[in-house]
Structure formats: structure tokens, C-alpha cells
């Protein structure tokens, strides 16, 4: 654009020189008269133009690679992840992003650590994989991290890529949070009432009888968290629901670029579904096989980078104020070994290793997802058992005793 207005002046100014005010050349008037073509010329410019750059944003930011090559990504709205596979399948036209518009994104600056920002994660596993026992777990424990492990009630111990009762019981044991993922990995949003009882209160029931207090519910495939029928009955029988796709949770659900919201009510005043709320607590599914897509892991460590780290902005003042929730599924010693076991969705345990390593190296501190609570008067989130002064909601939530509730 500089050289293109540029041009334009040193053009308009030559044949002005050249022709009709040749003359004028040497007049006193002519060095203010050029001087003011070149002002008007210059504003004028700023105005025509104003479209310019953003027309060249908008083309920077759409050449991005196609899922063929390319990393799986976000749309401007908040960034969020679309890793496509099992649990967002139902989400279509998605934009992908680069491993470079992830990097500038972040300023560059996405390996190390950042000032005094408090950097948090909450890892999470879906289904019920036994490889995530066989796999993650060690790795898990390395480092010290534990994971909130969603389960699908009904199948477990139905198969032996399946976990049983007792593998269960051990994760529990060393300071895993069970959660429920139903009874049958259903499409919530498809349901008869009769069978979203079953489903969700069912799955409540189930996991009770064999002493698992499951106080969230995980909506598999991220379907039924935008319908009233299905949240309501989630409210009855649940603390809280996690659903998807973003990035990062925010605490006073404010952060969402489209869906303005003031707080996490779970309706709007107009009736409908909030985007984040307690029963709709957003996540990033992540892995880099899958059914649909091939990715390869250093591919998918960028987007890991970016996702964790996204959070700085939203934490830079040393408050809790936005988590990045990252699912995992089931996990394969190798990515040549992918074979589908009914919407199978990977990531390569070297890949797992890396990206624990990472969070390890770089101080983040991991959070299991019932350390949320929720203050039903202000409509936020807070975070149990963390130094108040690292909370980000500490002035409404101050007053709550942490750490009790379900
Ligand atoms: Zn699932």
C-alpha cells in the first residue's frame, strides 16, 4: 500500500512538473500547492483504502492449508480448535489454521514461559479407552498430572479396548475424577425422553452402583448441550456438563467472540441456551487420527501449543480467568497402527509424552474438571482448592466455601 501511494504522488507531482505548471516550477506558491495535492492525496487514500487491509487479512487468514496437509484448527471465533472427528463431526465448514498463523497468534512467543502468568490445563480422556490406562497413565504419573476420565457406563469391560471395573477403580484410586460420558455414547440430541433418561440419569445410576459419585456429564460427540429438553435433564441429575468446541473455558463465560454473554447464566433472557454455561462447560477435542482425518504429530503439537497457550492474554494478571480443557481419546503406540474400532479418534503415545513433557517443563498446573465449581448467584465458575488470590472470580466467589461442593 506505501508503494501504491507513493507511486501515485511521485506520478501526480512529475507531470504537474512537466506540463501545464511548468511554469509554476519556480513559483513560491508551487512547493505549497505539491505539498497540499500530496495531503489530499494521502487522506484520500486513507479513506478509499480503508478496505484495502482488511481485505488482505481476510485473504491471509482463509489461504490456510486444506485438511489434506494441513493442521486442524480454528475459526476466528475464539480460536476455536476443530480437531474433526468423533466429537465434532456435527460442526461442518470449519476454517483451518497454520502452525505460522498459531505461532503469530501467540506473538512468537509459544515455548516458553510467560512472566508470572498463572497457566493452567484440565486434561480430560472420553470413552473409556483401556489405552489410556495402558498408555497415558504413566505418563501421567511422571509428572505428577491428574485427568478427569469420562466414561461410557454401558460398554465398559464390554471389550477389551474397553476399561473394566477394576481399571476404573485404580485411576480413581490414584486421584482420577470419573465422570459420566452416558450409557451408550448416544446422540443426545436425537433422544425420546424415555431414552435421554436413560442415557443421562441412567448413566448417573450406573456408575453409583458401582461407587462412582459422578457429579458431570460429558456429551458424547458434543451433541445435545444447545437443546433445552436434553440440558434440563442433565441439571437434574448433574453438577455440571462438558461439551465442546473451544479452546479455553472462560470462568465468567464472557469470552466467546459471537456469543456474548455477561455471565454463565444457562439461559438468556429471551429463553434460549446460553453458549457457555454449568451444563455446556466448553472443551477442545484432541487427537490426530481419526476416522476422517491423518495429521501428523509434529503437526499437532503446534496446535497443542496454541491451544494451552492461549490462555496468557485471558491470565496475565495473575488470576485464574480462562482454562484450556483438552480431550484425549484413545491412544496408539504407533500411527501407522490406526485401525477403526467404531469412531476411533488417536493420538500416538510419543505425541502424548511430548506434549506432558511440555506442560511440565513450562510450569502449567494441572486441574481435574470437578475442581470447577459453580456460584449459582453470580453465575461463575470458580476454581476449588487454588489460593483465592489466584482466582479469577475471587471477588464474587470469596465468600464460598471451596473444595464441598459436589
Ligand atoms: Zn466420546
Partial sequence: MKIYRATIIKSVCHRVNRTILSNLKKSPYFQTFCSMSVVITIVMMLVIGNSFPNMALSRS???????????????????????????????????????????????????????????????NFDDGYKSQLIYAKPILDKYGFKASFFIVCGKVATQPYWMNWQDIAQLNKDGMDIESHTMTHAHLNKLSTNALTYEIGGSKQCFASHG?????????LNLGSDKPSVVNLVAQYYNLGRSGTDPLMFLNCNGYAKDLQTDCSTYLANGKLTHANRYDIRSASFYHISNKHNFSPPEMFQVFLQIVNSQIP??????????????????????????????ASSTTVDLFAQEMKYLHDNGFKVLLLNQFGFDPTNNVFYIKNVPSSANGNTTKAATLIRGTSP
Wanted: positive net charge; proline residues 7%.
Fill in 61 to 123: 487468514l482463509s489461504q490456510t492449508p486444506s485438511s489434506g496437509g494441513g493442521i486442524p484448527g480454528s475459526s476466528s471465533r475464539a480460536s476455536a480448535p476443530n480437531i474433526n472427528g468423533i466429537h465434532n463431526q456435527s460442526s461442518s465448514a470449519t476454517p483451518v489454521y497454520s502452525s505460522q498463523a498459531a505461532s503469530s497468534i501467540l506473538g512468537g512467543n509459544i515455548s516458553g514461559r510467560v512472566g508470572s502468568s498463572s497457566k493452567i490445563v484440565m486434561i
Fill in 314 to 343: 485471558s491470565n496475565s494478571n495473575g488470576k485464574i480467568n480462562a482454562i484450556p480443557i483438552i480431550v484425549y481419546h484413545n491412544l496408539t503406540t504407533s500411527i501407522q497402527d490406526y485401525t477403526p474400532i467404531s469412531h
Fill in 212 to 220: 462412582f459419585n459422578t457429579t458431570i456429564l460429558g456429551y458424547p
